[in-house]
């Protein structure tokens, strides 16, 4: 039996399509909806995988829009919109699909790390997990 740390990975690990485009699945836990959590996570995950190296560029913001229940029978297609690559920010908008309508509509922002008294190496540091599992994942 996996772990739960081992459990989230496999759910966030997302399945390339096409370029900026990724599929998704859910847990099969007899829940009736998608957990909002998830979505989000597998969003960031794809934003994430239109970076070059997301190492040096993880994420800074996320913002989302929950528009319709996921059904958690069925895969969720991720579409990636490549906003803006510029030097100080890359910015990333991500619908969540389902059935040919979008579920969940998320921006990301992912910002160059600065140097050591950046904030984001003090301060928790998930985001720089989540990035670095996210690029060890493509390759």
Known sequence: MASPVQEIIDILDLETLELNLFRGHSPQNGWKRVFGGQVIGQALVAAC????????????SLHAYFLLGGDPKVPIIYEVDRIRDGKSFTTRNVKAIQHGHARTQAGQELQPML?????????????????????LDRR
């Open 49 to 60: 995988r239109t970076v070059d190296d997301v190492t040096t560029r993880p994420p800074h």
């Open 115 to 135: 140097d050591d008294n950046d904030r984001r190496t003090k301060v928790g540091n998930g985001a720089n997990q989540v990035a670095q599992t996210v690029e």
